[in-house]
């Protein structure tokens, strides 16, 4: 340390004696705080006003830097919204692919900037709207996807050449990427011209959400083979989208949904590399997908950690050299666990909170949750407001106007760091159980959820954690009449449209095709060709799951206690 700055030191140090013996103490004594301490959804102590020690030892140039460039701690890219605003993807589906496709064009009319595709449960699963298991929840929870005619049908007069589109789907994902592809082969659009994401991160659905078929090296191997396929034949595509999401909102605090996101993208590199691809070759197409939390300033800290650590983690452990490589472009999503049935006007304050720690956080697209997801489906209008809520911050606040514009501060730098060293404390012990797929396996990453969201639940009822409307400030508030109901004849229509396409394709033709889904699912081969062959031949998405069943088997859950 140089004389300048011991005097610099001496002179806070001294400053902030001063105010604690005039300011502080004298103001504790005629009252105390609301809490005897204050601390983030991570248990990170939240100190009553932070300075320049608080970053002792903090580096400009290698931990925050300029936007753009490594660790890309203020952002991936040099201007961030200067140049480009964030991507407004509102997540929709329900019902047939009729119904979807007329809210998905409602959207774009409203100035909606890229399309993302919420599927029901039997597509996320595997299941065509006839199986006996699809029985209730065809349509319920996003659109049916069965076939190839369902898909066309869902992107009508979408032009698939000048949209970007995200697909939150996993266990299904090669087959909905495949749909899509020869969705806009038959459409005349070349596969070098679509843009878009699926998600594809199968390992938070063991984790955390449950959509899961193959056990999870049965998963991986197609998922690698997706990296593989895209990498060549579908550039634009971004294969995964490594997702926090769900983590969070199973439980999780905001350390653990970045540790065990970043572990599970740990993980996919990996077998990618072990797969025998390069790691420049695929990783500037992975994507992350995080959720937007109520603790404001921690979810902005949890973003920049987050790209932070995994430009160190793709430089340091995996040899990057392209710097498209280092960086973590991210979807964020506000956070549905948060909605209330009670009172649901408050939702619309939680989401706009939320929606502004995304966009001072840094997010490349975001979508931000309606009012009455905690009764349904969103209706047309409350989806119209959420959509409102993002073209006002954006338009309206400024807040786009300069690059990182909480950068220097100290609470947020301090918060920042200390995140990353939670995160990357969990990672070293994942690391330690052999890796994320062994750590799933071992039930460790679902344990530490669970312990997570018991803690939070029993705040909530202790009142240790207010929630308004909920456990304070009860009084008041209608719950909404005009919640969307997803109508019970979808399910009969949908079994029809599956019937009439199996009845009239040839049958020779998508026997052989997904004979072939089996043979390659058994002998190694890159599994995209043939699913998309399969497609092709008019094959459902059920049948070529069950192909895939057959090889790899079907998913038993760890107990954990």
Known sequence: MSEDDRKLSRKLSSARKNWEERKLGPSLKRGKERKPNFVTSSGIEIKRAYDPDDLNGFDFVNDLGFP?????????Q???????????????????????????????????????????????????SDHPLASGEVGRVGVSICSLADMETMLSELPLDKISTSMTINSTASILLALYLVAAERRGVSWDKVNGTIQNDVLKEYVARGTYIYPPRGSMRIITDIFSFASKEVPNWNTISISGYHIREAGSTAAQELAFTLA??????????????????????????FNVHNNFFEEIAKFRAARRLWAKIMKERFGAKDERSMMMRFHAQTAGSTLTAQQVDNNVVRVTLQAMAAVLGGAQSLHTNSKDEALALPTEN???????????????????????????SYYVERLTTELEQKATEYISRIDDLGGAVAAIERGYMQREIQNAAFIYQREIETKDRIIVGVNQFTGGGEPPGDILRVKPEVEEQQRRNVARVRAERDQQAAKAALARVEAVANNGENLMPSIIDAVRAWCTLGEISDAMRRVFGEYKPVITV
């Open 68 to 76: 753009g460039e490594y660790p890309f701690t203020r952002g991936v």
């Open 78 to 128: 040099p201007t961030m919204y200067r140049g480009r605003l964030w991507t407004m993807r509102q997540y929709a589906g329900f019902g047939t692919a009729e119904e979807s496709n007329r809210r998905y064009r409602y959207l774009f009319e409203q100035g909606q900037t890229g399309l993302s595709v919420a599927f029901d449960l039997p597509t996320q699963m595997g299941r065509d």
């Open 264 to 289: 599970d993208g740990i993980a996919y590199v990996d077998a990618a590399i072990k797969a025998g691809l390069e790691v420049d070759a695929f990783a500037s197409r992975l994507s992350f997908f």
């Open 382 to 408: 409350s989806v119209l407001l959420a959509l409102r809520t993002q073209q006002v911050i954006a338009h309206e606040s400024d807040v786009g106007n300069t690059v990182d514009p909480l950068g220097g």
